[in-house]
C-alpha cells in the first residue's frame, strides 16, 4: 500500500508545522538533519501534491501498509540507504545463526 498525498500533507503538517504549506518550505532528516526540500501544489484534479528533493517518506517497521503517522519518518536518500543496508545485513547474519 502506498502513503496516499493526504497523510504526507498531513504529517507535513503535524510534524513539522510550515507557515504555509502551499509555499515551498525545508524540513530536515529525522536521522541526520540534513535539509530537504518540500513543494506542495495543488495536481490536475484538485488533490494536493508533495514533491521532496533529497528526500523519501519511510516507514519505520518496513510495512507499507501501516500507514499511522507514528510509523513514518522522513529521511534524506542517503539515511534510507543506510536504514535498508543495515536491515538487510542484519537478516542475512540472524538466517546464517538458524
Known sequence: MVLHERDKVQLLLERF??????????????????KIHVK???GKRGGLIVWLWDGI?????GNRSNDFCDNIELVCYR???LIHRIVKRLGE???KRK
Open 17 to 34: 508545522q510550515p507557515e504555509d504549506i502551499m509555499k515551498d518550505f525545508d524540513v530536515h532528516c529525522e536521522k541526520c538533519r540534513k
Open 79 to 81: 539515511c534510507h540507504n
Open 57 to 61: 517518506f519511510h516507514h519505520k517497521d
Open 40 to 42: 506542495v501544489y495543488k
Open 93 to 95: 547474519s540472524l538466517a
